[in-house]
C-alpha cells in the first residue's frame, strides 16, 4: 500500500491503542519483556537516573536563564541542559509505562509544568533546533502515559494534558514549522532541518487523530510533511525511493562523515518507529536502509581506530558507534547487524533508542565472505584483510556529488589505512568546532588528507575546501565486472578477483577532476590493493591546461626514516607501533622530492591537545602539465617481492611489478594481470 493510502486508511480506522510507538501491544518485539532480562541494567540505569535527578532538586534558575536571559551564551548552554531535562520527561514516561510505578508519573507531571507554560508563554519562539525536541519528548512522553493508570490508581492530569497540547499548538503553529517541508525541498542537506522534519512528523503521528490534539494538528500540513521526508530519505545518500537507480543506487552509504551517519540516523530513529508502527508503513524497508549496516559495518567496523572521512573522523567514538550503533542494528536484522551488535562493546543502554528498538537476534561469526565493498552513491569504498579484531582496513574516499558541503571535507581521491587497530595512514586535523579557523585553513582542506594537490605554496587545493559541491562528479568503481548480490542480508562469495595472477587483489578507480574546480583536466586514482601480499599500489593520472608542482600527500602519526633515494624512487618507513610498520615508494617519470612537516597544524585546534602528526609532502621536481605518480605501501614493511620495480616508459606509461604481479599503466587505464 503507498503511503497515501496509509495516511487515509489511518484516519478512516478507529483510533490506535497506545502507546502508538509500540502498536498498543506490550509485546511487540519484545521491547517491554526485554526490560525484565537483557536489558534490564539498561533500562534500571535510567529509571534511576530519572529520579536521582529529580526536576525538583534541580536550581529553579536554570528555566529562568534558558527562555530570559540577556545572555546569548548562558541562554543557549542553558537551552540545551533544558532538552536534556525534556527527554528526561519521555524516558519518565516509558519508565511509568513499564512499572505503573506513580513516582516517575509524579516526575513526568514535575518536567511538564517546570518547562510547558514558560515555552508557551513565549510562543515557541526559540529555533527548529530546539522546538523540534519540545514537541517530540512531551509527545512521546503523552503517547506512553496517556490512558495508562498507576497502581495506585494515579493518571495524567487533566493540566498536565493541556500543557502538553498547549505546548505543541504553540511550537506548531509557527511559521518555522508551517514552511519546514519547503525548507526541507530547497535545501535537504540542511541537517537540522531535516531532523526537525522528522521528529514534528513522528510527533504529529503520535498525536494525530486523538481529540485533545485536534486543533493542534494540521492533518494537511502533516500529510505534506511526511510525503516530502519519506520521498527526501537519505538526504546524504543514494536514491531514496524503493526502487534504486542506476546512476544514484540506494546502497546505504552516507557522505557526511561517519561521525555525523551515527548522530544523524540515531537521532531519527524513533520518529522512523512512528512512521512504520503507526502508519504501518514499510519505512525500514527502503532500499538505502536496508543497506545502511552495510555501509557502517564496512566502513567503521567494531574496533576501527578511528572513523571514516568527514568532521569527527580523527576519533575513534567508540562508546558512540557501539551505543548509537546498536540502536540502529536492532532495527533491521542481517548478518551485517547481528555481527556489529555482537562485536560492540562499551555502549550506554539506557537510551530510549536502544530500549525501544527490537529485541537483538542471535549472532553470526562474520557479517559475510566479501571483504571489500563499494558505495558509489558517496564515492566510498573500503578494503579489508578480514573481518577479525587485527584486520588490516583501507578505506577510499572517490568522487562524490555531495563534495564538502557540511560535514563533509575537500578530500576527494583520499585514503586511510589502519592495521592491527593502528592509524598507519591518516586523516589529519581535528574537528573543534564548526566554525573554527583550525577546521577551515586545515581539517575541511585538501592538503589535511592523503590526496594530490599541486602548487601547495600558492595555495591551490580543491576549488570546493570551503564548502561546495560537485557538479559533474564521476562514481567511482571497484573491480569492474565482479558485482556483489543487491541484497545486504545474504551475501556468499568474495568480492576479490581470484583470476589470473592467482594473488587475489581489489582495484578501486576514481576521477576527481570535477573536485578541482576546472583546475585539472584529470585527476585519475587507482588504488589496487594486493591482499596476500599486504601491498597497496597506487597510481595517480593526472593532468592540467598549466603546468604544476604535482604534491602527493602523506599523513602519519610517526616520524619516517629515509630507507633508500635513488632516480625515481624515495622510500620512507613509518614505525607506528611494536607490532605494525608502514614502508611508503613514491615515484613519477621526472623524480620526486620529500619533506617532511612535523605537526602540520599551523592553526592548531582550540582546547584540543593534538595528538603526534606529520606531514610528509612528496612533490614533483619539475612542473608539468601531465603527471604520472606511482607509489607502494607495504604493510608491516613486507619483504619486497624479488622483481619489484617501475618503468616509466613515458610520461603517461609505465609498469609495476610487485611479486607475481603486473600492472600496466596507460592514458587509457590501469591492467592487472
Not at 514534528?200 to 490534539?213: C, E, K, Q, S, Y
Not at 576519533?315 to 557501539?322: I, L, Y
Not at 536502544?354 to 557479517?367: C, D, G, T, Y
Not at 586514482?525 to 601491498?535: E, K
Amino acid at each position: 500500500m503507498l503511503l497515501e493510502q496509509r495516511i487515509k486508511a489511518f484516519d478512516v480506522a478507529a483510533e490506535p491503542k497506545r502507546p502508538r510507538l509500540l502498536k498498543g501491544d506490550r509485546s511487540l518485539f519484545g521491547i517491554v519483556e526485554a526490560t525484565k532480562y537483557e536489558r534490564k541494567f539498561g533500562f534500571d540505569s535510567m529509571a534511576e537516573h530519572v529520579l536521582r535527578r529529580n526536576i525538583d532538586g534541580v536550581d529553579g534558575s536554570i528555566v529562568k536563564k534558558a527562555f530570559t536571559s540577556a545572555d546569548p551564551v548562558v541562554r543557549a548552554n542553558s537551552l540545551n541542559e533544558s532538552l536534556k531535562w525534556m527527554e528526561g520527561a519521555a524516558e519518565s514516561a516509558f519508565a511509568f509505562y513499564v512499572t505503573s510505578d506513580s513516582r516517575y508519573l509524579d516526575e513526568l507531571s514535575h518536567r511538564i509544568s517546570a518547562f510547558a507554560p514558560t515555552i508557551v508563554k513565549n510562543n515557541c519562539s526559540d529555533g527548529i533546533y530546539h522546538k523540534r525536541d519540545y514537541v517530540w519528548y512531551f509527545a512521546v512522553a503523552y503517547d506512553f502515559v496517556q490512558g495508562h493508570v498507576a497502581t495506585d490508581g494515579k493518571k495524567l492530569s487533566d493540566t498536565d494534558k493541556k500543557n502538553i497540547v498547549d505546548l505543541v499548538t504553540a511550537c506548531t503553529g509557527t511559521d518555522e514549522v508551517k514552511t519546514l517541508a519547503q525548507k526541507v525541498i530547497d535545501s535537504p542537506n540542511e541537517g537540522t532541518v531535516f531532523n526537525g522534519l522528522s521528529k514534528f512528523v513522528g510527533a504529529h503521528l503520535l498525536l494525530r487523530g486523538d481529540p485533545n490534539f485536534s486543533a493542534a494538528v494540521d492533518k494537511a500540513w502533516l500529510d505534506n510533511a511526511i510525503k516530502t521526508y519519506v520521498t527526501k530519505l537519505p538526504n546524504w545518500g543514494g536514491d531514496s525511493g524503493f526502487a534504486s537507480g542506476p546512476t544514484n543506487p540506494a546502497d546505504g552509504g552516507y557522505s557526511n562523515g561517519s561521525a555525523y551517519l551515527l548522530y544523524d540516523t540515531s537521532e531519527s530513529l524513533l520518529s522512523w518507529d512512528a512512521m512504520e508502527r503507526v502508519l504501518d508503513y514499510p519505512l525500514y524497508s527502503k532500499p538505502y536502509l536496508q543497506h545502511l549496516p552495510e555501509f557502517i559495518v564496512f566502513t567503521t567496523p567494531p574496533g576501527s581506530p578511528a572513523g571514516a572521512f568527514g568532521d569527527g573522523a580523527e576519533s575513534p567514538m567508540s562508546n558512540e558507534r557501539a551505543r548509537l550503533g546498536k540502536s540502529i542494528m536492532n532495527r533491521l536484522d542481517s548478518n551485517f547487524t547481528r555481527w556489529f551488535v555482537a562485536n560492540s562493546s562499551g555502549d550506554d543502554p539506557s537510551r530510549l533508542s536502544m530500549l525501544l528498538s527490537k529485541r537483538a537476534k542471535s549472532a553470526v561469526p562474520q557479517p559475510t565472505e566479501y571483504l571489500s565493498a563499494a558505495f558509489p552513491s558517496v564515492g566510498i569504498a573500503a578494503l579489508h584483510s578480514s573481518f577479525e579484531p587485527d584486520r588490516l582496513s583501507i578505506l577510499f574516499k572517490g568522487s562524490t556529488p555531495f563534495g564538502s558541503v557540511n560535514h563533509a571535507h575537500a578530500d576527494q581521491n583520499s585514503f586511510v589505512i589502519y592495521n592491527k587497530g593502528k592509524i598507519l595512514a591518516m586523516d589529519s586535523g581535528y574537528y573543534d568546532d564548526y566554525n573554527s579557523a583550525h577546521r577551515r585553513l586545515w581539517s575541511k582542506q585538501t592538503k589535511a588528507h592523503n590526496a594530490i594537490t599541486f602548487d601547495v605554496g600558492q595555495g591551490q587545493y580543491m576549488a570546493s575546501d570551503q564548502g561546495s559541491r560537485t557538479p559533474g562528479a564521476k562514481p567511482i568503481t571497484l573491480n569492474p565486472g565482479a558485482a556483489r548480490p543487491s541484497t545486504s542480508v545474504a551475501l556468499t562469495a568474495s568480492l576479490t578477483v581470484p583470476g589470473t595472477p592467482s594473488v587475489p587483489y581489489d582495484i578501486v578507480t576514481s576521477d576527481a577532476a570535477p573536485s578541482y574546480g576546472g583546475a585539472l583536466t584529470k585527476a585519475l586514482r587507482t588504488l589496487v590493493y594486493l591482499r596476500s601480499m599486504s601491498t597497496v599500489v597506487i597510481v595517480d593520472q593526472l593532468a592540467s591546461e598549466t603546468a604544476r608542482t604535482w604534491e602527493y600527500n602523506l599523513h602519519t602519526t610517526v616520524a619516517p626514516e629515509l630507507l633508500a633515494s635513488g632516480d625515481k624512487w624515495g622510500e620512507l618507513k613509518f614505525n607506528v607501533a611494536s607490532n605494525t610498520s608502514l614502508c611508503v615508494k613514491v615515484a613519477d617519470q621526472n623524480g620526486m622530492s620529500r619533506f617532511s612537516h612535523k605537526d602540520g597544524y599551523k592553526t592548531p585546534p582550540k582546547d584540543i591537545k593534538p595528538s603526534p602528526h606529520y606531514w610528509n609532502i612528496f612533490s614533483s621536481k619539475a612542473k608539468t602539465k601531465t603527471a604520472t605518480i606511482v607509489s607502494i605501501l607495504r604493510i608491516d614493511c613486507a619483504n619486497p617481492q624479488p622483481n619489484e620495480n617501475l618503468s616509466f616508459w613515458a610520461s603517461d606509461v609505465a609498469s609495476v611489478s610487485v611479486g607475481t604481479v603486473d600492472i600496466d599503466i596507460s592514458p587509457n587505464g590501469i591492467v592487472v594481470r
